[in-house]
Nanobody, 116 residues
Framework: QVQLVESGGGLVQPGGSLRLSCAAS????????MGWYRQAPGKQRELVAA???????NYADSVKGRFTISRDDAKSTVYLQMNSLKPEDTAGYYC??????????WGQGTQVTVSS
């Protein structure tokens, strides 16, 4: 069994920054891809950013240049640095981690609210 624990969400003013973390624990052999998704009320969950085991990244067009995904394999943790936040970034943010032999797991979600 594995667990994913997210942290770092909150309320921030437009133009502000937040850093999300998602830490994996449990019987982990190897972590493959890691990613962040978000879901706003009434909308489908969408990919925000992803990073492969080799460090290759991809981003949704709406966050390019503002968000940065990174990972620390020694800590089994993925991060999402969010800068220049906009009200339209308001959503529940969920990490997704692909584990070797175990498949994909979702974090519990953390709320990000961008409002003045």
């Amino acid at each position: 069994q594995v667990q994913l624990v997210e942290s770092g969400g909150g309320l921030v003013q437009p133009g502000g920054s937040l850093r999300l973390s998602c830490a994996a624990s449990g019987s982990i052999f190897r972590i493959n891809a890691m990613g962040w998704y978000r879901q706003a009320p009434g909308k489908q969950r969408e990919l925000v950013a992803a990073i492969t085991s080799g460090g290759s990244t991809n981003y949704a067009d709406s966050v390019k240049g503002r968000f940065t995904i990174s990972r620390d394999d020694a800590k089994s943790t993925v991060y999402l640095q969010m800068n220049s936040l906009k009200p339209e970034d308001t959503a529940g943010y969920y990490c997704n981690v692909e584990f070797a032999y175990l498949g994909g797991y979702w974090g519990q979600g953390t709320q990000v609210t961008v409002s003045s």
